[in-house]
């Protein structure tokens, strides 16, 4: 099939088409792909959290529950890139075995490094076939360890840190920096000893209003979706427009990594040739 009868295969339900379609907008013929579709509004919604945190659950759950709701749901799993293929090493999660019968839920597996522009430029790629594609809401979910939740932020609206009863993965959490981009925080596990304790700490420290779920029963999952559409009708021109200037910001950063005058630049600083402001001007061609 060409990338037209591919688009029209992926209309009609067709989950193979959809596959390859995504495949193609993760590399060099992602403008052939972005020319032929009519983007559409779609929710998207980031789950990220410390390793272990029971995000993968979570998100098999909130699938679940979107799908109660009649909504069709992709999810977007990002995962450490293979060193030797630059594929997604963790694969189709196991948790979400439950929905892969469904042909109304897409997994996708989304390696973090390895596509053109990098992740950066992969997710928007993808949000934007899947919403043409008549998806109605897409889950982010992210490692959890670094640069993908701020280019995961980027994007989604809200996003939603997942954590473990107990001090460890708060102090882990803040740590990365996982705090800064939450827009709703969930204590998951929550009928563990220490989660009341947990939900009070995140209160003071963050001022937030605290979720509690137990993501393996499905327990706090409608209070979750509720919160999540309460997020997402509150937003604004203000908040649209910073998330974009995050987005052009991390698509910059990605390609100013790459840029072919970067070594010789970085060279000439360390010899002593140049200075760092000097060199930073002229990588931006100023």
Excluded at 46 to 55: D, E, M, R, V
Excluded at 131 to 137: Q, T
């Amino acid at each position: 099939m060409n990338i037209a009868e591919l688009v029209e295969a992926a209309r009609r339900g067709s989950l193979r088409a959809t596959g390859r379609l995504l495949t193609l907008v993760e590399g060099d013929r992602r403008d052939e792909v972005l020319g032929l579709i009519e983007t559409a509004p779609v929710r998207v919604v980031g789950i990220t959290g410390p390793p272990g945190a029971g995000k993968s659950t979570t998100v098999g759950v909130l699938t679940g529950g979107y799908r109660a709701r009649g909504f069709r749901v992709a999810v977007l799993a990002v995962d450490p890139s293979s060193p030797y293929s630059g594929g997604a090493l963790l694969g189709d999660r196991i948790r979400m075995a439950a929905h892969v019968n469904d042909p109304d839920v897409l997994i996708r597996s989304v390696a973090s490094r390895g596509h053109l522009g990098g992740l950066a430029a992969a997710v928007p790629a993808a949000i934007a076939l899947l919403g043409a594609l008549s998806y109605d809401v897409i889950l982010l979910e992210t490692v959890g360890v670094g640069q993908s939740e701020v280019e995961i932020a980027a994007v989604a609206d809200p996003t939603v840190v997942v954590l473990n009863p107990g001090a460890g993965d708060a102090v882990q959490a803040a740590k990365a920096g996982l705090l800064e981009v939450a827009d709703l925080l969930v204590v998951n596990k929550a009928d563990r000893d220490g989660a009341d304790a947990t939900v009070r700490d995140l209160r003071v420290e963050t001022g937030m209003t605290i979720l509690k779920l137990i993501a393996s029963t499905g327990e706090g999952i409608d209070k979750l979706i509720d919160a999540i559409e309460v997020h997402q009708r509150a937003d604004t021109p203000e908040r649209r427009a910073a998330r974009a200037r995050a987005q052009i910001l991390s698509l910059a950063t990605t390609r100013l990594r790459t840029h072919p005058d970067l070594d010789a630049l970085a060279a000439a600083v360390a010899d002593g040739r140049n200075d760092p402001y000097t060199a930073a001007a002229g990588l931006l061609g100023q």
